[in-house]
Structures are given as structure tokens and as C-alpha cells.
């Protein structure tokens, strides 16, 4: 593929063996024939050309079913861009047979997306591992395969949240020129196009068109079912038989492309001018298709060049102060794509210079081969990757599509086993041949006598690509777990080490993964008064060196024992544990705060702050906060300041004040550390004494509590000039704690009106789907166990002459529910997707982890979580109705928008 980080993203995963040869294929059922077995993937084929995966993986009690159309964005045809995109949403409007798709993904607790790239588009539901569930999801893929409605209603409704959606899009810098920049590197093929497509073409496509592209690529000889987790082969093969075979093999023909982009002959530029707060340089290089094998070798080039903190342009730039960031992706693999490298740049430096290095940087690469030590780092770095992918069957769908999208899933094996082989002098000669000054787009267009171009080949044939691919038999020792409270309990070993509660839950995973959440606590109102900045630097320079390494050595021996994450929450694996506990307890003891490092994250964090002040979310989010959090005094841990107040709190920061800050405060007296995974039990708890256990803080810890104030209600209104998208937020402070009896009904109130119910739930249903006003609306309740500052939040993202029309439409779906209350269908509903949702939750050991530790904190177990679900359970709907109309006032309620005041009213 087009970038070695992506093909993690897009990897397969490792699931338990399947019996091949006779003995299966003597179960098959009629017109399904066995076609490949991987590492446990096994592909099966029907006689209509659909293509079948399955991957049973019985450790895990959910289910993924994922169905991938091999057609995106590129297909489109002029006047039509954006349309696999639309189409995509269309999806989720329904058949005549399953006309409430979304309620059903309610019901049963489904979690769902679908997503559209420039060469496939898919779909997933992964859900409680069920006959019923199983049964259900198949055949409503089968269904709207091939019967969804695509109707003109359904058009006029969602054709402005998807427009919503590409004003979204419109806000960012980087998305913008990344935009322009496709379209500048290619003069003819649709890679050119980004999916989200034209405004124009999203805003009068015709209902025909649609119809049509969905009639002819919505088909089985064009798509590949996958299924996941725990299922039974036979049960599975039975259902797709009967209802994906009965589909009749279409007798239309697929289109054929042949527009080739020519070898481009002269570099070329694009400039974005619009109102912002950080500057960027991007600069696109033509790369052969995936399936070319200098792909790989290009691949492994930008990321030695872009790595963060260990790439080359990271030393040259970020560290010499130039740059606050870079970082490089590409677009495109199924047809020769771009490589994309960028810098990020302070909105006041001079940004001509930065762009002169970076091209220099990049296009002498070639004459500086990389490093024994660069190559073994990018290598390890993905390979890691890779097998981490490998052990999780969940996310599979969608990491296989775009694989899918090039013609054998199996491709994702065969190039990682040639990673290997790849060598210095490859990637050198792909750098010369790709990364230079004709073949790129960025800046400004120069005559040139003599050109130097460069000439893409043609993507070999799958079949030429496959040519030496050789599967590797893979053993899966995984327990069957079951999620249950009663058994997560029963399974976790309590103790205390030093200072730190300890929950060890120890299960055979896949991969012998491992979950670990760390929580640290010290200090109290008074001594941490006025030291927030401080105390965030202090934590995120940790990572940038310390007494043994320096940073790029953090980000290698991190790397080596395979740990993913931060230093409070990381996964590992069985073997490293132990000295993964071993290097964090280091990290966190004995930093040494390199002057270099922390320059460069204060010119970060300020370059950050500065992108904030024009960006709606963000502004009208903050000023809420400070509206909520305003009787606590300047310099108070729970007060928050204003974005001037922030920069100037750390443009005042001295490398001193971090050095005193970690000498005073940091020490394990008093945490919370939980791991659940393939452990050993005798050893971690070893490794958590040695590194945690006489580490003591100097300073006395007291919680530090939020105070419940009854805030006024204001509404405020605040400007973002020459932004395309606007946003709402809306607050109210409630009185309670999560013993709160209130608090069980308050939960499924939440969840039905706006807090989990996906497209069901009242705000969606009007907001978005009914009047086509938002992308994204919900909401949600904050409650906690210690104090009693809760609140009840509402959001919505809006273009900014639609503001004043979703604040209304929020206004009147929060009275009709305290005036008409919520249905009995609804509160059923809801209880079963709070179940679904949780049991998917606890199956997942990072959340377990997590979980433990606030658990540990508030002196509870599991058990509280199920005397909750039992409490929901027995909810009326008389019960939530009462509690809803007693919490919420409509008139305690403060609303804060933001958008561009210069747009609003000039659109319909």
C-alpha cells in the first residue's frame, strides 16, 4: 500500500485456525465453494461473485460483520463528485423489509459507521455475539444491498448534513490546502477529487445518479462480506447462503478506466489564502500504486524523513525551532498516488525559508542513505504495529477494505513479510527516483529547459504481485472470557503496594496483550494554586529524556517492548510487562528536562493556543467553561483562563519551575494502577513494588472537590469570522452525585434524548435527520461520586446560518420531552442498548483497566456497575419521565454559539 503506517490502519487480524480440505468442504453449503486459508482468515466464494471472509475468534463475546464495495470516490464521473460519499449515508435510510435500520442498531446495542475512501466504501456493525444478532446482521446487508430505498426524501434530507459535513472540513488549514493540492497534482484521474466531493455537485446531484451508481455497484460480484469473532462457521455459511445466494449474479458489465495520469512534467503550486492562525507547507510527490514494490521502499523513506521525534526533518526543523510539527501520509493505492510531507509553522515566522529546507531535506535524501539504525527503526516500528493489529479481531472490517480495494486480502501478509528485505540502497534509489523538484507539487510554477521527470510504471497484476507470497501458520492460545461484573470481580486479584491500590485480572489474550492504567494523585488546592501550566508541561516533557535516555532513545526502547500509549495508560504485551513497569516508574522518576525539548513544546503548545482562537468548537466550548467555573478564583486548579491569560501563563514558564514542580509533587503515595491481560500475577506485582513501591511524594494529597454553584443562565453569541462551520453548546448545572437516586433514570433520559440512542434518539432524529441542520448532535450528562458539580450538555455542529435554527430546534425537543415525556418503546430501547453498550465496554481490557482504577479510587467493585444496570432495569417509564422534568430547566440553561455573524442568514 501506499504507506506502511496506513497498511497497519488497513491490516489483517490473526484469528483461530480453520479446518481446510475435505473434512470442511464437505459441509459447505450448495454454491459456496472454499477458496484460501491465511492465518485463519479463510475465503469462501458464492456462485453470484460475492466474497467471503471469516474469521472465527471465540475470546471475545462480540461480533464484527463488515461488507466492503469495491468502489469510491474515483469512480464518480463529472458533475457526480461526492457521490460515493452520499450514497453511503443513503444507506442507513432503509428497505421496504428493514425500514428503521437505525432502530434497529438501537435495539440490539449495535456499534455501526460506515466510511467511503477514494477506492472502496464499507460498512460494519459489531454487536453482542448472538445467533439472532448474527442472523439479523446478515440479512440486512444482503437486503440493502440490493433493495435499499435511495429515495428523493431521504436526498433532500441528507443532503445538507453531508454539506454540514464538508463545512466542517472547510474549517481546517490543513484539510483546505490539502484539498487544492490534490486537485493541483492531477490533471485527469479522480484521484484528483477529494471524496467529500464539490459543494456544488453534493448540493444538486440528482436522485437518478444516485440510483444508479448504487444499482451498479451495489452487487455482490463487486463486494466482500467479513465476518469476525465469535460465531459458528457452519451457522454463518448457512445464513449467507440463504441470504446473500439467493442475489442473482448481475449480467450488467463493471466499467473499465483507463485515463493514466501522464508523467507530470514541471513542478507545481497552490496557495490558500483564508483567515487562520498557523501556517503550512505541504508537498506531494507522484508514488507507483500499491501493488508496485517501490511503494514500500518510498514508504519507508517519508517515515524516516517525517518520523516524530526520530525523523530527520523532526532534527532539522522542529529542533532548530523552524517548525512546530511535521508529519507525512499518503493518498491513494490502487492507482499511482501522492506522498504527502508537511510542515506546521508559527503564523509570525517567515514561512519561505522553512519551505526551502524542507524541499532540500526531502530531495537529497537520496544522496544520504538511510541508516542501519533509521531502517531497523521503521521496520520494528511497523512490524509492532502489525502484530498488535493481529490480536485484535474487532476493528478488522475496516482495516481490511482498503486492502480489499487492491484485489487479494491476502496482499496485507505478502507485504509484511517482505518488509525485511528491503534494503538501504532500495529505498535510496526509490527516494531519487520519486522525490524530485518535477514530480512534486507545492510552491510556485518555473520554466524549465530541462525537465526532470519521472515516470510512473504500471501497477503489476495481483497476480504478479502474489507471485511469491508464502502464508506462515500462526497458534491462538486465547481463553474465552466472559465479561459478566459477577466474574470481572471473581477473577481480579486487590492488593496495596506502597501507596498504590492494585486490581490484577489476569486472561489469555490473543497476541498475549495487556492492558495497564495508571493513576497518580498528590498535591491539594492550596499548594497546587496557580501551578496548572506548570504542572502540564512538567508531565508532557517526560517523554522528551530523562537521566538514561534521551528522547529518541525513550521512543525506541518504548517501541522494543512494544508498549502503545502514554506513560499512565499503555498496552504490552505477557514478556514485556515487567519491564515495561520497569522503564515508566523510570520515565516518571527521573526526568532531566533537556532545554532543547522543552523550548520546542512550549513553542508547540503556543502554536496550539493560537489555533484555537478562531476555531468555533474550541471557542465557544471554552467560553462556556469559563462561564460554568467563574466563582473560583484566578489561579485555582478548577479555574479556567482565558486564551490570553493561557499564553501568557506559558510564555512565563521557566525550565526551573518544571524541575521544582516534579521534585515537590511527583511520588506513588497515593494511586491506583490496574492491569488486565496475559500476566503473571507473582511477577507484575514484583515489578509494580520495584518501581512504584518506596516511591513517596513530598507533597500531602487532599482531593480537590468541585463546588456545585447555581450559575446564571446567559446567552451568548460569539464571532469566527471566515469560517464555513459553526457550533452550539448548551449547559446546565445539576446538584447530585452518582448515589443521587435521581441518577439511574437521569442516565436513560440522557440516552434517549440525545446521550447514546445513535440516530434514534430525539436530537438525531430531528435535528439531523429530519431537518438536515447537523452532522453531529447529542448530549450528555458529567456526574461523579466524590462531589455534587454535575451538569447536563447539549452540542451541535452547524454550518453559521443554521445556528439560530438548531438552537430553536434544541429549545423545542427539550420541551416537548418535559412536556410529553419519553415513549415505553424508548425506555425499552434504551435499556437494552445501556446493556449492550456496557457488556461491549468491559470486553475490551483497556476499559476494564480504566475501570478498576476508578473503581479502586471510589472503594467500589464491579458490583456497583451491576446494582446500576439492575437499577436501570427496573426503571418505569413514569420514573425517567419524573426524573427528566425534574432535573432539567430549560431556563437554567446557558447556550453559547460560535460561527461567522458575516454568513448568517445568506444561505437556506
Known amino acids: 500500500m501506499s504507506d506502511l503506517s496506513k497498511r497497519v490502519i488497513f491490516a489483517a487480524t490473526l484469528c483461530m485456525p480453520l479446518m481446510v480440505g475435505n473434512v470442511w468442504a464437505a459441509a459447505l453449503p450448495k454454491g459456496i465453494t472454499q477458496v484460501a486459508t491465511v492465518e485463519g482468515i479463510t475465503e469462501y466464494r458464492l456462485a453470484n461473485g460475492l466474497k467471503v471472509l471469516l474469521m472465527p475468534d471465540a475470546s471475545k463475546p462480540t461480533v464484527t460483520v463488515n461488507i466492503t464495495y469495491l468502489v469510491g470516490s474515483r469512480h464518480e464521473n463529472y458533475g457526480e463528485t461526492g457521490m460515493a460519499h452520499l450514497l453511503e449515508h443513503l444507506l442507513f435510510k432503509g428497505t421496504p423489509k428493514n425500514p428503521k435500520i437505525d432502530l434497529d442498531f438501537n435495539k440490539r446495542g449495535v456499534r455501526f459507521n460506515g466510511t467511503t475512501s477514494l477506492d472502496r466504501t464499507n460498512y460494519y456493525e459489531l454487536f453482542q455475539a448472538s445467533d ?67 459543494r456544488s455537485d453534493i448540493e444538486n446531484v440528482k436522485i437518478e445518479n444516485l440510483q444508479a451508481f448504487y444499482h451498479r455497484y451495489y452487487q455482490p460480484d463487486n463486494a466482500v462480506l467479513l465476518i469476525s469473532g465469535k460465531f459458528d462457521t457452519n451457522q454463518a455459511l448457512n445464513l449467507i447462503s440463504s441470504s446473500f445466494g439467493v442475489i442473482p449474479k448481475p449480467t450488467r458489465s463493471l ?74 501520509f499518503p493518498i491513494g493505492s490502487y492507482a499511482p498516488g501522492l506522498q504527502l510531507i508537511g510542515v506546521a509553522v508559527k503564523k509570525d515566522e517567515p514561512i519561505e525559508p522553512v519551505r526551502d529546507a524542507l ?74 527516483r520519486y522525490f524530485k523538484r518535477d514530480n512534486r507539487t507545492v510552491g510556485m510554477f518555473i520554466p524549465e529547459d530541462s525537465p526532470q521527470r519521472a515516470e510512473i510504471p504500471a501497477t503489476p497484476s495481483i497476480q504478479v504481485a502474489m507471485q511469491s507470497f508464502k502464508p506462515v501458520t500462526k497458534v491462538d492460545n486465547s481463553e474465552v472470557f466472559d465479561p459478566s461484573e459477577a466474574n470481572i470481580d471473581k477473577r481480579t486479584l486487590h492488593s496495596k503496594i506502597g501507596g498504590l491500590n492494585v486490581a490484577l485480572l489476569s486472561k489469555k489474550n490473543k497476541g498475549e496483550t495487556v492492558s495497564v492504567a495508571l493513576n ?100 465557544a466550548s471554552h467560553a462556556l467553561s469559563q462561564h460554568f467555573n467563574s466563582h473560583y478564583a484566578k489561579g485555582d486548579w478548577r479555574a479556567i483562563a482565558s486564551l490570553d491569560e493561557q499564553i501568557e501563563q506559558l510564555k512565563a514558564v521557566k525550565l526551573s519551575d518544571l524541575t521544582a514542580f516534579h521534585k515537590a509533587f511527583y511520588g506513588a503515595s497515593h494511586g491506583e494502577i490496574s492491569i488486565v491481560g496475559d500476566l503473571d500475577v507473582v511477577a507484575t506485582n514484583k515489578a509494580i513494588q520495584q518501581g512504584f513501591g518506596d516511591w513517596v511524594s513530598p507533597a500531602a494529597y487532599t482531593r480537590i472537590d468541585n463546588i456545585y454553584a447555581d450559575t446564571a443562565a446567559v446567552e451568548r453569541e460569539i464571532n469566527t469570522p ?12 445539576l446538584n447530585m452525585r452518582d448515589d443521587d437516586p435521581a441518577y439511574p433514570a437521569l442516565i436513560v433520559a440522557n440516552y434517549i434524548f440525545g446521550g447514546g440512542a445513535g440516530f434514534t434518539s430525539r436530537v438525531m ?4 435527520k429530519k431537518d438536515g441542520l447537523s452532522y453531529g448532535v447529542g448530549s450528555w450528562i458529567s456526574v461523579n461520586a466524590f462531589d455534587n458539580s454535575a451538569s447536563f450538555s447539549l452540542y451541535a455542529l452547524s454550518a453559521p446560518q443554521n445556528l439560530n435554527k438548531v438552537a430553536l430546534a434544541m429549545k ?70 419524573a426524573t427528566f422534568t425534574k432535573m432539567i430547566d430549560p431556563t437554567k440553561l446557558s447556550v453559547f454559539t460560535a460561527g461567522d455573524e458575516a454568513k448568517k442568514g445568506n444561505k437556506k
Do not use: C
Open 132 to 198: 439472532d444478532n448474527l442472523k439479523w446482521a446478515i440479512q440486512m446487508e444482503a437486503d440493502r444491498m440490493v433493495n435499499s430505498f435511495i429515495a428523493k426524501k431521504d436526498l433532500d434530507s441528507e443532503m445538507t448534513v453531508v454539506r454540514n459535513e464538508y463545512e466542517m472540513g472547510e474549517n481546517s488549514p490543513a484539510n483546505v490546502l490539502i484539498k487544492r493540492l490534490q486537485s493541483t497534482a492531477y490533471e485527469w484521474h479522480n484521484y484528483g477529487h477529494s471524496t467529500i466531493g464539490n
Open 255 to 328: 466499467p473499465q478506466f483507463w485515463t493514466v495520469e501522464p508523467t507530470q512534467d514541471g513542478a507545481r503550486s497552490v496557495e490558500v489564502r483564508r483567515k487562520g492562525d498557523i501556517q503550512y507547507v505541504i508537498v506531494g510527490y507522484k508514488i507507483p500504486a500499491a501493488l508496485n514494490p517501490e511503494n514500500d521502499a518510498v514508504s519507508l523513506a517519508a517515515h524516516i524523513l517525517a518520523d516524530d521525534p526520530t525523523g530527520r526533518l523532526h532534527k532539522s526543523l522542529v529542533e532548530t525551532g523552524k517548525a512546530v510539527q511535521v508529519f507525512s
Open 359 to 432: 524541499l532540500a531535506a526531502i530531495e537529497s535524501f537520496a544522496t544520504t542513505p538511510p541508516t542501519k539504525e533509521e531502517l531497523e527503526r521503521v521496520k520494528r516500528n511497523y512490524l509492532n504495529d502489525a502484530e498488535k493489529t493481529l490480536s485484535n479481531p474487532e476493528s478488522i472490517g475496516l482495516q481490511l477494505s482498503e486492502i480489499m480495494a487492491l484485489g487479494d486480502w491476502r496482499y496485507f501478509f505478502q507485504e509484511r513479510d517482505q518488509l525485511n528485505s528491503i534494503s538501504s540502497e532500495q529505498v535510496a534509489a526509490a527516494a531519487a
Open 520 to 619: 497518580l494523585h498528590w498535591g491539594d488546592e492550596k499548594s497546587l494554586f496557580g501551578k496548572k501550566t506548570i504542572s502540564t508541561l512538567t508531565n508532557e516533557m517526560l517523554m522528551r529524556g530523562n537521566s538514561k535516555y534521551t528522547r529518541e532513545q525513550l521512543d525506541d526502547e518504548f517501541a522494543k517492548l512494544k508498549i502503545t500509549g502514554n506513560l499512565f495508560r499503555f498496552d504490552t504485551t505477557r514478556e514485556n510487562l515487567s519491564a515495561a513497569l520497569s522503564l515508566v516508574a523510570q520515565v516518571l522518576k527521573e526526568p532531566n528536562f533537556p532545554e532543547t525539548e522543552f523550548e520546542q513544546l512550549k513553542k508547540l503548545n503556543l502554536a496550539e493556543l493560537e489555533m484555537q482562537r478562531n476555531d468555533p468548537q474550541a471557542v
Open 722 to 733: 471566515d469560517q464555513e462551520n459553526g457550533f452550539y453548546m448548551a449547559n446546565q448545572a
Open 765 to 768: 432524529e430531528r435535528i439531523r
Open 812 to 881: 423545542e425537543e427539550l420541551h416537548r420531552a418535559l412536556k410529553d415525556g419519553f415513549t415505553a418503546e424508548e425506555l425499552a430501547n434504551a435499556k437494552s442498548g445501556l446493556k449492550q453498550a456496557a457488556l461491549q465496554k468491559r470486553a475490551q481490557d483497556a476499559h476494564v483497566a480504566s475501570d478498576w482504577n476508578k473503581y479502586s479510587k471510589e472503594n467500589r467493585t464491579f458490583a456497583w456497575s451491576q446494582a446500576l444496570e439492575d437499577k436501570i432495569n427496573a426503571l418505569t417509564v413514569a420514573q425517567v419521565n
